[in-house]
């Protein structure tokens, strides 16, 4: 009969990570396994190296998107992800005409591939499962195929009398058709919210390497012969905050001694 209990007390801890506390004196989690869903906003840097007097003005990157990832958790506390996104990237200007301001807003949805390491910040047990802060860096892949978002000419007067002068303004915007990397830093506080469920809120500074969508100025000034170029630049750096939803599987515990086992819901 003692033998009888212990197999179906036994029987029962694999399926109520409760009774394993009670018993083991503590769930230890050797790895496991997840995949989530993530939505996000973000700030993409918006740069420019000529504003021709202060008539080019730069608008806020905000943007939005969402992702998937999946990951390992080693021993509570290394973890290895690998995730997609897709985010928008805005590009955003004005030309502050005194009598009729001309704006420039264009957004593109961009893929992107996401490597990261992230480290647990242990304030506790070693290896148990908690909700708790995790920090890591990563690298981001944003391959880009080349294409001609929009384009105009504007005739501009400026002056009087016999100082009066035309110039003629002309821009191209487009996506550059090339491969961006970024590198960023990730803060995340994960609640464990069930053996079968954790939720993220994360912030992610990000530094870009390339660009990802220009806007080419030319200016003409019928008085002279010089061509006066700009360009405005927007690229992956900034940084990005959100909220992801993960399910755990594959709980591998540790159970003191007594061997390895799989967890289940």
Same mark, same amino acid.
């Given at each position: 009969e003692d033998l009888y209990d212990f197999g179906l007390q036994s029987y029962r801890l694999r399926n109520n990570v409760k009774d394993q506390a009670t018993l083991f004196g503590g769930e230890k989690v050797k790895s496991r396994f997840y995949a989530g869903l993530e939505a996000f906003g973000h700030f993409n840097t918006i740069t420019t190296d000529e504003s021709?007097?202060?008539?080019?003005?730069?608008?806020?990157g905000a943007g939005f998107g969402m992702g998937v990832s999946a990951g390992m958790v080693l021993r509570e506390g290394w973890a290895l992800e690998m995730g997609y996104t897709r985010s928008e990237i805005r590009h955003a200007w004005k030309l502050d005409f005194s009598n009729?301001?001309?704006?420039?807003?264009y957004s593109r949805f961009v893929n992107g591939g996401v490597f990261r390491v992230?480290?647990? %910040?242990? &304030?506790?047990?070693?290896?148990?499962? @908690?909700?708790?802060l995790w920090v890591g860096g990563g690298v981001v892949v944003?391959?880009?195929r080349s294409r001609k978002i929009n384009g105009n000419e504007?005739?501009?007067?400026?002056?009087s009398g016999a100082a009066r002068d035309t110039m003629l303004m002309s821009y191209e915007a487009a996506v550059m058709g090339k491969t961006v990397?970024?590198?960023? %830093?990730? &803060?995340?506080?994960?609640?464990?919210? @069930?053996p079968a469920l954790d939720v993220s809120l994360f912030v992610r500074p990000r530094w870009g390497a390339g660009t990802m969508i220009t806007t080419d100025f030319e200016v003409h000034e019928f008085r002279k012969t010089d061509i006066?170029?700009?360009?405005i630049a927007s690229s992956g750096a900034g940084f990005v905050f959100g909220?992801?939803?993960?399910?755990?599987?594959?709980?591998?515990?540790?159970?003191?001694?007594?061997g390895d086992y799989f967890g289940y819901r």
């Open positions: 021709y007097g202060g008539l080019v003005v730069l608008k806020d009729s301001p001309y704006d420039g807003n992230k480290r647990k %910040l242990i &304030f506790g047990q070693q290896d148990v499962r @908690s909700s708790a944003n391959p880009l504007f005739i501009i007067y400026s002056g990397f970024s590198a960023e %830093l990730s &803060f995340e506080y994960i609640f464990a919210v @069930s006066m170029p700009a360009r909220i992801s939803f993960r399910i755990v599987e594959g709980i591998r515990y540790a159970t003191g001694g007594r």
